[in-house]
């Protein structure tokens, strides 16, 4: 029997010119850490080769596989820089090879499954309108006919501005498009081809619209009339008005056959008194006439007599009788029965709707468990999670994906078993897991023990952490505390290599996101200790008596290394109410906040050897720093800047100080520094900084992360001058030097969980 364990490959060499004496600095790229944890989206299963299948995250992250999921790449082009969604990936159902991906910066086209792409320029790319929730230059669906593949539609939701669906189709796969302007839709949500293009479906959230003329003209199918429901208004992009209201019209595919193709749509379910209008629906003609699936064995109610709906429907394109419903479903532990129906919300039929069965059940303990491997994430949170995605392969009705909030899945016996491909496979999840599968976790720091180097601990969001003992090879996951699930900041102690202090909240992704996060994040968190590696903790500051220290986010921990190691010095930053110091390991906690800021938001914290400590604000950003353990503060940067993300302090001269600026989700920021102790300051990178590195052996070089870039910044003349490292993240976050072996660099990344690259040895090291 072949391997089944999933791991992601990544050997992107990527060079980079260089001022003085080296003319190339060269990494290879691998991405290590726990596979899994994050939210995965299936896109689509190659009719062509089943084994190729395209996946993203919710993180702008892009993944392709040729092997069923069991290795996975990443997805690369000049689009996926600076792209907060992920876009969608579409594969040819006819021509090997033949892939496309929209992105918000364009469309692209590869003929090698995805390893290679060429932009596909057109008219979509004369964009009038720049920003996030604006224009696009890429589609959001696309449709191929599934019986030659020549005739095919692509839709864009917002063309040229916002607010404007557009339709193109083309006769040629794909090679070249015409606007339809006779299109009178808005919003598509789903799209269908028919047999040789002679019927064409787009689902809008209040409508379906058909075309029996390739598209010329259009007829509309009003949902309303089904059943007598009344869709529901559909929230537009720009108003931020209120909930989004659940549209009408929710999911759309079909397949061919000898009359053209069969169609499934599902509808809103409404409650009508004693009947229940809206459901799925099916047409056998191509999507001419219409009548109700049939509704035997699918869930009618989820706890407090909510209608469950269908949140999205896919067909098999070459065995409609076949397709796959994900069924609302709601998140209530154990105590409300693990075999609830509302858990088991994957249904498939075989025979074009009339009937429908539960195909996937993820929890351990459901009587029809059927998942046949075993990651780190088997027996933890996201198996009662609702699935997010589904696909079916249109050439075997038997292969399908799914993806939940933490997990992806894919069968080949049509849902009797299932195998992970989100992480690597192992006998015992509570043991070491080694890296695999889809590494999408949001990593925010990485930490290696001064003393003993194979030891290095992970900080992430929304599942704590991840410790490794043999350099990052495998991986141990913690329970989590009751604090919080998303870690922020690490202390190892350097004479005891057991002993980890950790800060953690509820909130997650901060600095990235406001709002109720940072309410979340000043009332709930705390300080942690650990004595066996952070696999438990000793004491929490949630749950254990911590005189002085308020709960809250702990956003920096710092301690003294000559103080004894049982009454260690310690002083964290509290994120709302500033900076701390213990005298006694942690046991009792008095507030230095003298010159702080009573109102501000604190981020990091920094000791230099000298004992010098420095913190700073996040929005406005102050710079404090104190020369007497923190009785005194001073503002070295007086609010002269914004939006600091970390601060970083050259180890040989503490009066260096940088400070990392970030923008939320676009670049535009720059890195700051002082050399005189915040006298005055210099802008020496313009480019987006998350975080600063300093080479352990030589403080002159510098490691930069470009977040929002795609891009590592590095300088060897202690930051007067950079250059630019291409990464194949376009997220990095944080990085680190391995102390053993200085060609290798570890690099954090939001949605990417780690990657680790080595210098190439043909090229001089950069110190």
Request: with cysteine; net charge neutral.
């Amino acid at each position: 029997m072949p391997d089944q364990t999933p791991c992601l490959l990544l050997a992107a060499v990527v060079a980079l010119g260089l001022t003085g004496p080296t003319a190339a600095l060269e990494y290879t790229w691998e991405q290590i850490g726990p596979g899994g944890g994050g939210v995965t989206q299936i896109q689509d299963i190659s009719a062509v080769d089943p084994a190729v299948m395209f996946m993203t995250n919710d993180m702008g992250y892009a993944m392709r596989t040729q092997d069923g999921g069991r290795t996975w790449h990443a997805v690369e082009h000049p689009g996926i820089a600076q792209t907060w969604g992920p876009g969608w990936g579409f594969l040819h159902p006819c021509s090997a090879g033949l892939a496309f991906h929209g992105r918000h910066r364009g469309l692209y086209r590869s003929h090698d499954d995805g390893g290679t792409w060429e932009q596909v320029t057109g008219p979509w790319d004369d964009v009038v309108e720049t920003g996030m929730h604006t224009a696009s230059r890429g589609p959001n669906r696309m449709a191929f006919d599934m019986s030659n593949g020549r005739f095919g539609l692509m839709a864009f939701h917002r063309y040229r501005k916002a607010g404007r669906t557009a339709l193109f189709r083309t006769d040629d796969s794909g090679d070249t498009w015409q606007y339809l302007p006779s299109f009178p839709g808005t919003g598509v949500v789903d799209l269908f081809v028919g047999r040789e293009g002679a019927a064409l479906l787009v689902a809008c959230p209040d409508a379906l619209y058909h075309s029996a003329d390739h598209g010329d003209s259009w007829h509309r199918i009003d949902i309303g009339a089904w059943h007598g429901m009344r869709p529901a208004p559909e929230k537009r992009p720009e108003d931020s008005s209120g909930p989004a209201e659940l549209p009408a019209i929710i999911s759309m595919d079909g397949g061919v056959t000898s009359t053209g193709g069969a169609v499934y749509v599902a509808t809103q379910r409404q409650q009508r008194g004693q009947e229940v209008a809206g459901g799925l629906f099916v047409s056998e003609d191509a999507g001419r006439t219409w009548t109700p699936s049939g509704t035997a064995g699918l869930p009618r109610l989820i706890p407090g007599k909510e209608l469950s709906q269908c949140k999205q429907i896919r067909v098999c394109g070459r065995n409609p009788q076949v397709a796959v419903a994900i069924m609302t479903s709601i998140h209530r532990g154990a105590k409300a029965g693990v075999d609830e129906p509302f858990h088991h919300n994957l249904y498939r039929t075989t025979n074009g709707g009339q009937t429908w069965a539960p195909v996937l059940f993820r929890h351990p303990q459901m009587a029809r468990y059927n998942i046949v491997t075993k990651t780190w994430l088997t027996n933890r949170w996201g198996s009662l999670a609702g699935i997010r995605t589904v696909a079916i392969c249109d050439s075997d009705a038997d292969i399908m994906v799914a993806t939940d909030w933490a997990r992806n899945f894919r069968t080949e016996d049509g849902g009797v078993t299932w195998r992970e491909m989100h992480a690597a496979h192992v006998a015992d999840p509570e043991g070491p897991t080694p890296t695999g599968g889809t590494p999408v976790l949001n990593i925010n720091g990485y930490a290696i023990h001064p003393k003993s180097p194979e030891l290095h601990v992970l900080s992430a969001m929304d599942f704590w952490g991840f410790t490794s003992r043999d350099r990052g090879r495998t991986w141990t996951h913690p329970a989590f505390p009751k604090t919080g699930n998303n870690l922020y900041a690490i202390l190892l102690d350097p004479d005891i290599p057991e002993r980890v202090w950790a800060g953690a909240s509820v909130a997650h992704d901060i600095p990235l996101k406001g709002g109720h996060y940072i309410k979340q994040a000043r009332n709930w968190g705390g300080l942690l200790c650990s004595d066996d590696f952070g696999e438990s903790w000793g004491w929490d500051s949630w749950g254990d008596d911590c005189k002085g220290l308020p709960k809250g986010l702990i956003t920096g921990i710092v301690l003294n290394p000559d103080s004894p190691v049982d009454r260690r010095q310690l002083w964290v930053s509290h994120f709302s109410k500033g900076v701390f110091e213990s005298l006694d390991h942690g046991r009792t906690w008095e507030l230095r906040a003298d010159g702080l800021l009573p109102d501000a938001l604190y981020f990091g914290l920094h000791r230099a050897k000298d004992g010098t400590l420095t913190t700073f604000t996040l929005g406005k950003t102050h710079v404090f720093r104190s020369r007497d353990d923190g009785r005194s503060w001073q503002d070295i940067s007086r609010g002269k800047f914004g939006s600091a993300w970390s601060i970083a302090v050259r180890p040989n001269r503490p009066d260096t100080v940088f400070v990392a600026r970030c923008g939320a989700l676009y670049a535009g920021r720059a890195l700051m520094r002082t050399k005189n102790n915040g006298e005055t300051w210099q802008e020496v990178l313009p480019h987006d900084v998350s975080y600063v590195h300093f080479h352990p052996g030589n403080p002159d070089t510098i490691y930069a992360t470009g977040y929002n870039n795609s891009a590592l910044h590095v300088s060897r003349d202690g930051g007067n001058t950079w250059t630019r490292l291409p990464f194949p993240h376009w997220r990095p976050k944080s990085c680190q030097v391995d102390l053993l072996d200085d060609r290798i660099l570890y690099v954090t990344a939001s949605g990417g969980a780690v990657f680790r690259g080595t210098r190439l040895p043909t090229v001089a090291n950069p110190e």
